[in-house]
């Protein structure tokens, strides 16, 4: 279990998340809820689990200040690990912050790539969502001969209201 994993526990324990949240941290982080009998045999003196808790996989440079920062500002875990999938695995979670801040979600990040706009930095996806640049806007677009928009294109369209 890494580090990060340990301090979702601890934080669970201390009665800072719920099950849920923390089911959800986990799951973010990639690995899975541990079952009881994992934590009855891994218990430090404290009651929380071990350092030396079985390994599942890299916690991808998160450290448990992110993951309270993150939390502060609500970022949901899954648009962490949705992110993660989509290809920016190595997303920060200032990053993660300022796409929960702005209203960013996986379904958004998603349709776009459907759409063609694949190697979106997390930079250039606030911007986009912050100026109302939408799917359907650029499908719209499209639809009207601009089929080779870029992002910066799509913005100054969208803040100028060209419909």
């Known amino acids: 279990m890494s580090e990060e994993s340990t301090r979702v526990l601890k934080m669970l ?16 982080l990639g690995e899975e809820a541990p079952r009881a009998s994992d934590l009855s045999q891994n218990q430090g003196s404290r009651g929380a689990p071990s350092a030396t808790a079985r390994p599942r996989g890299s916690s991808r440079h998160l450290k448990p200040g992110d993951l309270i920062e993150m939390k502060i500002h609500g970022v949901n875990p899954i648009l962490l690990r949705e992110m993660r999938d989509l290809g920016n695995a190595d997303i920060t979670a200032e990053q993660l912050k300022e796409l929960s801040i702005h209203g960013v979600t996986a379904d958004y990040v998603r349709e776009l790539r459907q759409i063609g706009y694949t190697n979106l930095t997390p930079e250039q996806i606030v911007e986009l969502s912050m100026h109302g640049v939408t799917p359907h806007f650029v499908r719209e677009m499209r639809e009207l001969g601009f089929a080779e928009l870029e992002p910066d294109d799509l913005v100054e369209l969208s803040i100028h209201g060209v419909k």
């Open 13 to 28: 324990a201390e009665g800072k998340l719920s099950v849920e949240q923390a089911n959800q941290l986990l799951e973010a």
